[in-house]
């Protein structure tokens, strides 16, 4: 499949587009190493309600990426980058080769999507239909990594396990 080149938009990522769905994705333009940041980001507006192109990074909490071309990070079933909210970086999962497009899980950040979707990343694990990570089968949860915030939700009582085992601080 061919795919067009935009433009480059950092000396790292370029902005493409399928000439076919005409969707826009963002691919490599140098190797990069599991861990590496690829990229940073920040708050371009905080959003009331979820949008296709918002991103959650805590409860009830989801905004717009600056710089923008961020919006066109795809999600995959197999994804090669994770969003960090914590950070404001995306880090590289495990190594990239030059020209790969850039992927992310969404049910990594968003717990229950606005617009609910059918994956065709192609890959073997491809869960299909993507709802976010409140509709997620248990069994899959350990391929994944989740930020704090899913994480809570998602193992909730852990974490209250967890923090009644702490030290008592009184
Ligand atoms: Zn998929």
Known sequence: MNMIKISDVTEKLALFIDPLSD????????????GSVL???????????????SLQI???CHIHLEPQYLQYLNH????????????HEIICLRDIE??????????????????????RCRSLNCLGEIKGAMHLDKNLLPRYKFTPHIMEKLYGQVSEQQSVNEPDTN
């Open 98 to 119: 030059e020209n790969e497009e850039v992927t992310f899980f969404y049910p990594s950040t968003e717990w229950a999507m606005e617009q609910v979707f059918n994956c």
């Open 76 to 87: 995959s079933c197999d994804p090669n980058v994770f969003v960090d909210v914590t950070r």
């Open 58 to 60: 805590g409860h009830n």
């Open 39 to 53: 990229h940073d980001f920040s708050v371009g507006e905080y959003v009331e309600q979820p949008t296709y192109l």
């Open 23 to 34: 969707q826009k994705h963002l691919r490599t333009t140098s190797r990069h190493s599991s």
